[in-house]
């Protein structure tokens, strides 16, 4: 089958990089075969309005790609440009696209295609090039991926590929013994432990040409990461709403698949609210997180399960003041759009033998609802509806919502009780919360950090335990709060940790 392709961009800032994408698509002995090239100055000289043939052409076109530099171009009477056009064609008629974008400074981009850059950013995974080179480099990738996802060129997945390097003694027993267990008790997995590991791989379907493969190591890999790098897991917390170093909380996690998973799940439900009831309406005690479990268990499962294992990026789960970002290094399959996620759809696996490992320890469905399940979840749980977009990867955007988990469990037993409200929120409470639950959170920390202030200025060497005893609050607590003051500038430190102090600017 042959694909017909349209170059889009700038006209002149891109003249050369046009022709030579069109020579070497035409020319090339392998992408001969399948794509023919459209751009503008191949147009034959006809009465006709060039913006019209344009856009025919895209519409008619498989693969629309586009070229970003700094320049916008000429602007029609509502402001926008041929390229602008071109890339709103595409994405309404649902084309394959491919965008480019020249490495420069954003403050040397005309101002609209920065706009245009930001609103492709949010559909498209793009590739940055710097020279002629590295566009023919990742426009070629990009190509050899289109045709292998047509099933033009017949590649076997990462995930069914035999490791040259791994033998079965790298196949944990025990690991598998637990995953068998769980299997059983989840799914009725058919196979028992005594099988053997061999068997149990094979019926699995994780054995290749008598190897193990690369799913293998890293579902039940001794060390995985002794293979695979970045199929660690990265979590970061940050107090305010922007990364900013140094990283109040970081921490990497190594393991196989269904360890990190669990890790990473711990590590943001340790982060967030957890509100603990008391028992005046029921014999259990009620509990809530801010957001449900089984939402954040979702999102990570889903970017463990469908990230691209060939990229040496790290899946990254980021906790900010107000959201959740879980980011993996992959990209929607040609099926899906960004803009049709919430809709119902079918499922496709980008590592179908892991996806296939996770169900049966019940960690994911085969449905393809995840994403409809995440926005549900949160929608009934009075949060904000969660973001999904493409930033050089797949970023499931979480927003976080103060004190909804004490207003659940207030619900459900007409008291908080207070000694386990979580160090993270308890500067937000007025004294008579557990007894009139009114909405009283504040979104500052006025009262603790009157208290921290009087007493740096009598003591301006105290320390954070000397601190925490006197507030009568965590020693995390008084960390939140001399943050969010020296953000503010109301305080500096002076000096080092250990032999500096504290200086009042306001």
Known sequence: MRY??????????????????????????????????????????????????????????????????????????????????????ATENNK???????????????????????????????KIFSAPADLLSNVYTSLINFLTEKGELRVEPFDKSPNRDAELSDISEEKIEWFVRRAKAERNFPLSIEDGKEKILTHLNLMNRGKITNAAILLFGKQPQRFFLSSEVKCAHFHGTK???????????????????????????????????TRTRSIEVPTAYEIPVDVIKEAIVNAIAHRDYDSTASVQVMLFRDRIEVWNPGNLPPQLMIETLKDNHGSYPHNPLI???????HYIERMGTGIQDIVEKCLNYGLPEPQFVIRDGFVAIIYRKQGIAYKKVSEKSGEINKENISESSEDYFTNDFTNNFTNDFTNDFTNNSKKILELIKQNPNISFAELSDSVGI?????????NRLKQ??????IGTAKKGQWKINK
């Open 355 to 361: 996806a296939d490992a996770l169900y049966y320890a």
């Open 243 to 277: 990364v900013q170093k140094p990283i109040p909380f970081y921490q990497v996690y190594k393991g196989n698949l269904f360890e990190i998973a669990d890790q990473a799940v711990d590590f943001v439900l340790s982060k967030i609210d957890l509100a603990i009831g």
């Open 488 to 493: 503010e500038g109301v305080i500096e430190r």
């Open 474 to 482: 965590s020693r995390r607590a008084i960390v939140n709060n001399i």
């Open 96 to 126: 394959y696209r491919l965008a480019f974008l020249l490495d420069v400074p954003k403050n040397e981009r005309y101002i609209k295609t920065q706009f245009l850059i930001n609103q492709i950013a949010d559909s498209v995974v793009y």
């Open 4 to 89: 017909r392709v349209f170059i889009s961009s700038v006209q002149r800032e891109f003249a050369a990089e046009r022709r030579m994408l069109a020579d070497y698509l035409q020319k090339d002995a392998l992408f001969a075969r399948f794509f023919d090239v459209f751009i503008f100055e191949n147009l034959p000289a006809k009465d006709w309005q060039p913006e019209k043939a344009y856009i025919d052409e895209v519409k008619n076109c498989d693969i629309f790609l586009v070229l970003l530099g700094k320049e916008y171009g000429y602007e029609f009477p509502d402001g926008t440009s041929p390229t602008q056009r071109e890339y709103a064609t």
